[in-house]
């Protein structure tokens, strides 16, 4: 069957340092690969995304690799900001239409100032 | 730029009540879903919707709940004879026609207590 593991959390870190989140996946076929992300008391964002081999998924300074050898799609930012800190969610689709997403347990991210 | 919008954004209610969760989904899109997240849990897959019946369903949407897209703009989940354990964020989230990722945009969420 198709699922998402991450990292646990909570991460903390300070302010400009550097960001990995784990996620490694299994699915049958090639499905399309999201990280989503949730801000305190708010829904959920679509962060980046990427729906093939070697893409790579960028949005505001972060970025995630598909990496279909070792099934992993780690989030990764270079400088984090305290407006960074939030809930992250590793996601897949598989690749029919109207599948479900199926999303990681979630991993928390503080960022000290 | 268009967005998924949900009402109430919190729900009490007693156990054994009906309750119903609404959404306006971005006005041109095809395809609805309805997920829940348990406070502190992953999110959770709950139904899909096309073309005006379920697509798909999982374990968790039993026969105490429905949805419905009544008037070609809401798309509302029932829920019936509510239990403490249906506590969670309901999210709604719908995704356009076309080629490529299966990409779904989210509402807000509508926080359901049950008490």
């Known amino acids: 069957g198709n699922s998402v593991t991450q990292m646990e959390g909570p991460v903390t870190l300070s302010e400009e340092a550097f960001l990995t989140i784990n996620c490694t996946y299994t699915?049958?076929?090639?499905?399309?690969l999201f990280w989503y992300v949730q801000y305190p008391g708010e829904g959920l964002q679509l962060l980046l995304k990427a729906t093939k081999a070697d893409d790579k998924g960028s949005n505001k300074g972060f970025e995630a690799t598909y990496r279909k050898e070792t099934t992993s799609f780690h989030l990764e930012k270079g400088s984090v900001q305290v407006s960074d800190s939030a809930v992250y969610f590793c996601?897949?689709?598989?690749?029919?239409?109207?599948?479900?997403?199926?999303f990681g347990k979630g991993t928390r991210l503080h960022i000290l100032p | 730029e268009p967005e998924v919008t949900q009402t109430p954004s919190h729900q009490v209610t007693q156990m054994g009540q009906e309750v119903i969760l609404r959404c306006v989904p971005i006005?041109?899109?095809?395809?609805f879903y309805w997920y829940r997240q348990i406070l502190g849990q992953k999110v959770e897959f709950l139904v899909s919707?096309?073309?005006?019946?379920?697509?798909?369903k999982s374990e968790i949407f039993d026969d105490q709940f429905s949805v419905e897209r009544p008037d070609g703009s809401n798309f509302t989940l029932k829920i019936r004879s509510t239990k403490l354990e249906d506590s969670a964020m309901y999210f709604c989230?719908?995704?356009?026609?076309?080629?490529?990722?299966?990409?779904?945009?989210f509402g807000p969420g509508t926080r359901l207590t049950v008490l």
């Open positions: 919707f096309y073309n005006n019946e379920i697509s798909e």
């Open positions: 006005s041109n899109h095809l395809y």
């Open positions: 996601a897949l689709s598989p690749l029919n239409r109207d599948d479900k997403i199926i």
């Open positions: 989230a719908s995704s356009p026609p076309g080629q490529g990722a299966n990409e779904q945009f």
């Open positions: 699915a049958t076929g090639y499905p399309s």
